[in-house]
């Protein structure tokens, strides 16, 4: 069982930036690809970006894409998500995610935290 803790979120201009981070429980983090997902009310939940276990493969949502950069420590055991020229449209709650496997589907991961606010103001 992988515990997740996000933090990190919070109220921003248009066009500032956040960092979140993710701190997973499991010793073995280092065994498991990290994603980002956001959901926005009314809408689904939606993917942003995701490393793989060895921190040499990174995805991310066309929509984000130059925008954030997704990373992680492992003698931390956090996972981050560097957030720059926010936009409003990228209001939602916020959830780190890990699972063994590398996805961009939200369905493939087997822990989720319990997700951080983010809100930018135009």
């Known amino acids: 069982q992988v515990q997740l803790v996000e933090s990190g979120g919070g109220l921003v201009q248009a066009g500032g930036s956040l960092r979140l981070s993710c701190v997973a429980s499991?010793?073995?983090?280092?065994?498991?690809?990290m994603g980002w997902f956001r959901q926005a009310p009314g809408k689904e939940r939606e993917f942003v970006a995701a490393?793989?276990?060895?921190?040499?493969?990174?995805y991310y949502a066309d929509s984000v894409k130059g925008r954030f950069t997704i990373s992680r420590d492992y003698a931390k055991k956090m996972a981050y998500l560097q957030m720059n020229s926010l936009k409003p449209e990228d209001t939602a709650v916020y959830y780190c995610?890990?699972?063994?496997?590398?996805?961009?589907?939200?369905?493939?991961?087997?822990?989720w935290g319990q997700g951080t606010q983010v809100t930018v103001s135009s």
């Open positions: 995610a890990a699972d063994p496997d590398i996805s961009t589907r939200s369905t493939s991961y087997r822990w």
């Open positions: 499991e010793r073995t983090f280092s065994m498991y690809a």
């Open positions: 490393i793989s276990w060895g921190g040499g493969g990174t």
